[in-house]
């Protein structure tokens, strides 16, 4: 199964492609985590990229598509892959479709999560992550048992830069310009199926689920 996940920032997607990925035992293939794992090390890719993301925009091309054309030709990803936040752009999906083609691995399907622009900013300024152990929480869904305290290890919990209100509305204005684009890219190929990103975790999942058992 290979599977594009689409969305704007905070509509699910990482929650759903983990799903997925235990019931198919396939990678969930995060650029996100990748960068902020990059920036986390403070590597000289993490430096350049955290310029981007904290003033809400996209990583440059030429840094996302090479992890991405490296990653998917790793030995957990013969059985197939769930792109999560990859690709941003329509060059970034004309970069994909040529290596997978490339790679004779074309892609089974597209899902595009439909939410709320009001409720991602909610869904977003909510979350916290514990400076020791990564762990994440949000204040309003998944608060930890004591305010700004990590319930595994005592840490201090912060907010990402990039998840304060005025990135975020960046970021969601970036999105709506380079990346909404991709619902019609998908659209015209066959390939893309829609889901209401408002409906329960569950209810999204069962809707995803019907939608690769018909691929």
Same mark, same amino acid.
Do not use: W
């Given at each position: 199964?290979?599977?594009?996940l689409?969305g704007?920032? @905070?509509a699910?997607k @990482?929650?759903?492609?983990?799903?997925?990925?235990?019931r198919?035992?396939?990678?969930?293939?995060?650029? =996100?985590?990748?960068?902020?794992? $990059?920036?986390?090390a403070?590597?000289?890719? =993490?430096?350049r990229?955290?310029?981007?993301?904290d003033a809400?925009?996209?990583?440059?091309?030429?840094?996302?598509?090479?992890?991405?054309?490296e990653r998917?030709?790793?030995d957990?990803?013969?059985? @197939? &892959?769930?792109?999560?936040? &990859?690709?941003?752009?329509?060059?970034? $999906?004309?970069?994909?479709?040529? $290596?997978?083609?490339?790679? =004779? !691995?074309p892609?089974?399907?597209?899902?595009?999560?439909?939410?709320?622009v009001?409720?991602?900013?909610? !869904?977003?300024t909510?979350?916290?992550?514990? !400076?020791?152990?990564?762990? @994440?929480?949000?204040?309003?869904?998944?608060?930890p048992?004591?305010?700004?305290?990590?319930?595994?290890?005592?840490?201090?919990?912060?907010?990402?830069?990039?998840? !304060?209100?005025?990135?975020?509305?960046?970021?969601?204005?970036?999105?709506?310009?380079?990346?909404?684009?991709l619902?019609?890219?998908y659209r015209?190929?066959?390939?893309?199926?829609?889901?209401?990103?408002?409906l329960?975790?569950? $209810?999204?999942?069962?809707?995803?689920?019907?939608?690769?058992?018909?691929?």
């Amino acid at each position: 199964m290979k599977l594009i996940l689409l969305g704007p920032p @905070g509509a699910g997607k @990482g929650t759903q492609a983990k799903m997925l990925m235990d019931r198919y035992g396939i990678p969930q293939i995060s650029t =996100g985590d990748i960068l902020r794992a $990059a920036v986390k090390a403070g590597t000289p890719m =993490g430096l350049r990229a955290k310029s981007f993301m904290d003033a809400g925009g996209l990583v440059p091309d030429e840094v996302v598509v090479g992890i991405v054309r490296e990653r998917i030709q790793e030995d957990d990803c013969k059985a @197939g &892959f769930i792109l999560d936040g &990859f690709p941003r752009t329509v060059p970034q $999906a004309d970069a994909l479709a040529e $290596a997978l083609t490339a790679l =004779g !691995r074309p892609l089974d399907a597209v899902v595009s999560l439909a939410v709320d622009v009001e409720a991602l900013v909610e !869904r977003l300024t909510g979350r916290r992550t514990c !400076r020791d152990c990564g762990l @994440g929480y949000h204040v309003t869904f998944a608060a930890p048992k004591a305010a700004g305290i990590c319930d595994a290890c005592g840490g201090e919990l912060v907010q990402r830069d990039d998840d !304060r209100e005025e990135t975020i509305r960046r970021r969601l204005d970036v999105y709506n310009e380079q990346t909404s684009p991709l619902i019609d890219y998908y659209r015209k190929s066959g390939l893309l199926s829609e889901v209401d990103g408002m409906l329960s975790m569950d $209810a999204v999942q069962d809707e995803i689920l019907a939608i690769l058992r018909k691929e």
